[in-house]
């Protein structure tokens, strides 16, 4: 029966206050009791959650080197939704949704960043495409500190033909690119959008790039030629949730 493990206290926190019916049982580490420890396993007890104490060294063995804090959540798998999923999801989304689609982000460390920053951002939606995108594991998990359970992860199967029918909605498409002649703070960014970000290294794709409708990039001032591709996403999100802000003051 397939399985993931979130490891560390928040990622295990976050998992019992968001989505406790993933896991499956608890795993800490015998003779520690320290206050936040105690914390989550007075919310396993809440939730009926068997707890099974094991030594350390079991705990680091299953966390493969990361840092599992002494408590290590066995639970069911995450996973992406389908893209049926997708129309009911901006439906419910207002006048103005914020979507991240992140076009072939392939490392989970990254993904999990984002998922966190979209999480905090406010973000509708994320969108990937199903080849070529990292997989919501257990890193994905740890990474972003409880926000890839709450998050929509959707998945699709072409994405420029995606990116079409949120044009049809009426979302304009904006892309990131290094070489893009307007910056993020020049254009408006405060209506519906769908921030596109490309993959680590190469960018987006010849057909999603072309599927955009304007193309912006972050002004550097330093020797670094660009940034890694979460603290991008971090940076173009957060300007666009600053418009929104604004122009919602404005009336």
Request: aromatic content about 2%.
């Amino acid at each position: 029966m397939s399985q993931t493990d979130i490891f560390g206290l928040h990622a295990v926190t976050s998992l019992l206050n968001r989505n406790p019916g993933r896991v499956r049982r608890l795993l800490v580490q015998q003779g520690r009791g320290d206050e936040r420890l105690q914390s989550v396993l007075d919310k396993a007890e809440a939730q009926g959650i068997k707890v099974i104490e094991e030594p350390r060294q079991q705990l680091d063995q299953r966390a493969g080197g990361g840092r599992h804090q002494g408590v290590i959540a066995e639970c069911e798998p995450l996973k992406a939704l389908n893209e049926k999923a997708l129309g009911p999801l901006l439906d419910f989304a207002g006048d103005a949704p914020l979507i991240l689609v992140l076009d072939g982000v392939t490392d989970p460390h990254n993904l999990g960043a984002c998922l966190r920053t979209a999480d905090a951002a406010g973000a509708t939606v994320v969108i990937a495409p199903k080849d070529k995108s990292a997989p919501l594991n257990a890193t994905v998990a740890k990474v972003a500190c409880g926000a890839a359970e709450v998050v929509p992860y959707v998945q699709v199967t072409n994405l420029a033909r995606t990116l079409q029918s949120l044009q049809e909605r009426g979302i304009w498409i904006t892309g990131t690119a290094g070489e893009a002649d307007g910056s993020l703070y020049e254009v408006d960014l405060a209506g519906p959008q769908a921030l596109v970000m490309g993959a680590e290294g190469k960018g987006m794709r010849r057909l999603t790039r072309e599927n955009c409708d304007q193309l912006i990039s972050i002004p550097m001032a330093g020797e670094v030629s660009s940034l890694n591709v979460s603290v991008a996403t971090g940076v173009c999100l957060f300007e666009m949730v600053r418009q929104r802000q604004l122009k919602a003051a404005q009336g």
